[in-house]
């Protein structure tokens, strides 16, 4: 049952980002051969105002096929064929338009800054169903907020004259570029992020202290149990609920921000040379985790296991559109960067090289699905993903 949740979750998200892609272009009067959710053969396939509506084999991923698209976005609806007993009428699959309306609702015969609106649409949906997620569960169960807790423990960092219910607002370790934070999760990513520098680097705290900011400079403690580095600050376990609308809504945008960043700095990361294979995950290895996330939560009852499963689907929806702004040939971002382009340059790229560069970009990226769900399956089956089980 959890498996089917999590399948679901992923679907959901799919079909929110197409969902947005397919208003955008209904609102611009382009042309939508079909919409489906999942890939490979249909399952169920139906016609409504001249839109095929499909629901396929394999369960993630989908597409909004639209007139005129190139050969890397437009599915199955690739060659039309004329009609036999009607003049100038065209069939895409049961799909039907005359002559006049190939040119006039199709997509890449559209101005370049609705083709833009339309491109964007999908990302924009998933930030969108990010910030509504956040927002409800901003408002539903508060925020952890970086707020210092009482210890028994004396480190540089109390000794430097910070109290109890200092609020950390800003860090900087070292010779690190400095972040402000807003919540316990931002704090403890910047953490893990530079746990190599803390080691050897001063750590710089800005707080907020009855409403007055504060900084210090401490050197890290070490845990001698341990024998790591850490800041040397016990935090507040205490969620906090605002009474304030705004605040409310200020700290879902934060919350929106904070799973973005994560993205960028994992891609970071992962451009460094600093993630491991075991440490890669696709939509098995994500499907699996979600569905163990799901079954452990359980047991806890049913609101706290949607919480689980809202706040994953937060997290993925947020790195669905971050990673579909990257100007990768076939992605939203590819798209998108071919027509700011023409829009700066005021002349298209000939069409058919962009199809061959699009095409070229579905092909790199069917091959990377290939490796990554095989690298899912691998670690799946050696127990590497086993740490995210437990937890």
Same mark, same amino acid.
């Given at each position: 049952?959890?498996?089917?949740l999590a399948?679901?979750a992923?679907?959901?998200?799919?079909f929110?980002?197409?969902?947005?892609?397919?208003?955008?272009a209904k609102f611009?009067?382009?042309?939508v051969?079909?919409?489906s959710?999942?890939?490979?053969?249909?399952?169920?396939?139906?016609?409504?105002k001249n839109?095929?509506?499909?629901l396929?084999?394999? !369960?993630?991923?989908?597409?909004c096929?639209m *007139?005129?698209?190139?050969?890397?976005?437009s599915g199955?609806?690739?060659?039309?064929?004329?009609?036999?007993?009607?003049?100038?009428?065209?069939?895409?699959?049961?799909?039907?338009?005359?002559?006049?309306?190939l040119?006039?609702?199709?997509?890449?015969g559209?101005?370049a800054?609705?083709?833009?609106?339309?491109?964007?649409?999908?990302?924009?949906?998933?930030f969108?169903?990010?910030f509504l997620?956040?927002?409800?569960?901003?408002?539903?169960?508060?925020?952890?907020?970086?707020?210092?807790?009482?210890?028994?423990?004396?480190t540089?960092?109390m000794?430097?004259?910070?109290?109890?219910?200092?609020?950390?607002?800003f860090?900087?370790?070292?010779n690190?570029?400095?972040?402000?934070?807003?919540?316990?999760s931002e704090?403890?990513?910047?953490?893990?992020?530079?746990?190599?520098e803390?080691?050897?680097?001063?750590?710089?705290?800005?707080? *907020?202290?009855?409403?007055e900011?504060?900084?210090?400079?401490?050197p890290?403690?070490?845990?001698?149990?341990?024998?790591?580095?850490?800041?040397?600050?016990?935090?507040?376990?205490?969620?906090?609920?605002f009474?304030?609308?705004?605040?409310?809504?200020?700290?879902?945008?934060?919350?929106?921000?904070f799973?973005?960043?994560?993205?960028?700095?994992?891609?970071?990361?992962?451009?460094?040379?600093?993630?491991?294979?075991?440490?890669?995950?696709?939509?098995?290895?994500?499907?699996?985790?979600?569905?163990e996330?799901?079954?452990?939560?359980?047991?806890?009852?049913?609101?706290?296991?949607?919480?689980?499963?809202?706040?994953?689907?937060m997290?993925l929806?947020?790195?669905?559109?971050?990673?579909n702004?990257?100007?990768?040939?076939?992605?939203?971002g590819?798209?998108?960067?071919f027509?700011?382009?023409?829009? *700066?340059?005021r002349?298209?790229?000939? !069409?058919?090289?962009?199809?061959r560069?699009?095409t070229?970009?579905?092909?790199?990226?069917?091959?990377?699905?290939?490796?990554?769900?095989?690298?899912?399956?691998?670690?799946?089956?050696?127990?590497?993903?086993?740490?995210?089980?437990?937890?």
């Amino acid at each position: 049952m959890s498996i089917v949740l999590a399948i679901l979750a992923l679907s959901f998200l799919v079909f929110f980002h197409e969902l947005g892609h397919f208003l955008a272009a209904k609102f611009f009067h382009v042309g939508v051969n079909e919409f489906s959710i999942g890939m490979g053969p249909r399952l169920l396939s139906f016609l409504y105002k001249n839109t095929r509506y499909s629901l396929k084999l394999l !369960p993630l991923g989908g597409s909004c096929a639209m *007139l005129g698209e190139d050969a890397a976005g437009s599915g199955d609806f690739l060659a039309p064929k004329q009609e036999d007993n009607a003049e100038n009428v065209y069939d895409f699959d049961g799909v039907i338009y005359s002559e006049e309306e190939l040119k006039t609702k199709s997509f890449e015969g559209k101005p370049a800054w609705q083709r833009f609106i339309i491109c964007i649409a999908g990302v924009f949906n998933n930030f969108l169903l990010g910030f509504l997620i956040a927002l409800f569960l901003t408002g539903t169960i508060g925020v952890q907020l970086p707020k210092i807790a009482a210890s028994n423990v004396s480190t540089p960092a109390m000794e430097s004259g910070l109290q109890e219910g200092d609020e950390i607002r800003f860090i900087k370790i070292g010779n690190a570029k400095g972040r402000t934070v807003h919540s316990y999760s931002e704090l403890a990513m910047y953490m893990e992020l530079h746990k190599e520098e803390v080691q050897e680097g001063e750590v710089s705290l800005t707080v *907020l202290r009855d409403g007055e900011k504060l900084s210090f400079q401490f050197p890290a403690y070490k845990d001698p149990s341990t024998g790591l580095y850490r800041m040397g600050v016990a935090l507040s376990s205490e969620r906090v609920k605002f009474q304030n609308p705004l605040k409310t809504i200020e700290y879902s945008f934060y919350e929106l921000a904070f799973n973005a960043r994560v993205v960028i700095d994992s891609l970071a990361l992962i451009s460094k040379g600093k993630v491991s294979r075991q440490e890669v995950m696709g939509p098995v290895g994500t499907v699996a985790v979600i569905g163990e996330s799901v079954s452990s939560s359980s047991q806890y009852g049913f609101f706290v296991m949607l919480l689980v499963l809202l706040n994953l689907s937060m997290m993925l929806s947020v790195n669905l559109a971050v990673m579909n702004l990257l100007p990768i040939p076939a992605l939203d971002g590819g798209r998108l960067l071919f027509i700011l382009l023409e829009m *700066l340059a005021r002349k298209r790229l000939n !069409p058919k090289w962009e199809e061959r560069i699009n095409t070229a970009g579905m092909v790199f990226l069917l091959a990377l699905m290939v490796l990554i769900v095989g690298n899912d399956v691998f670690n799946l089956l050696t127990g590497a993903y086993s740490k995210y089980f437990s937890s």
